[in-house]
């Protein structure tokens, strides 16, 4: 660890950080998993409800800058699109 005590609290923040942003980030995915779940059963009413909470959650990630505006639009579309292909 480092000797300086700005570089030892730089260490501290950029953990609790780090704990954070994975915290949100298996968060999203967990809501992806359940948009693809409920699209692999055909089920297009729960597929759509999922994926509006995906999407909450997704852009909420974006909002606190876990994920950059361009990724979370392409995650957006992607369960979209598959949502849409449903019959």
Same mark, same amino acid.
Do not use: P, Q, W
């Given at each position: @660890?480092?000797?300086?005590?700005?570089?030892?609290?730089?260490?501290?923040? =950029? +953990? =609790?950080? &780090?704990?954070?942003?994975?915290?949100?980030?298996?968060?999203?995915? &967990? $809501?992806?998993?359940?948009?693809?779940?409920?699209? +692999?059963?055909? #089920?297009?009413? +729960?597929?759509?409800?999922?994926? #509006?909470? *995906?999407?909450?959650?997704? #852009?909420? *990630?974006?909002?606190?800058?876990? $994920?950059?505006?361009? &990724?979370?639009?392409?995650?957006?579309?992607?369960? =979209?699109?598959?949502? #849409?292909? @449903?019959?």
């Amino acid at each position: @660890m480092a000797n300086i005590k700005s570089a030892k609290k730089r260490v501290l923040v =950029t +953990a =609790t950080k &780090t704990e954070r942003n994975k915290a949100i980030r298996s968060r999203v995915k &967990t $809501y992806i998993r359940k948009v693809d779940a409920a699209v +692999a059963e055909g #089920n297009k009413d +729960a597929a759509v409800a999922a994926l #509006n909470e *995906a999407i909450a959650e997704i #852009n909420k *990630a974006a909002s606190k800058g876990v $994920y950059h505006k361009n &990724t979370a639009a392409r995650k957006v579309s992607r369960l =979209t699109k598959a949502v #849409n292909k @449903m019959a």
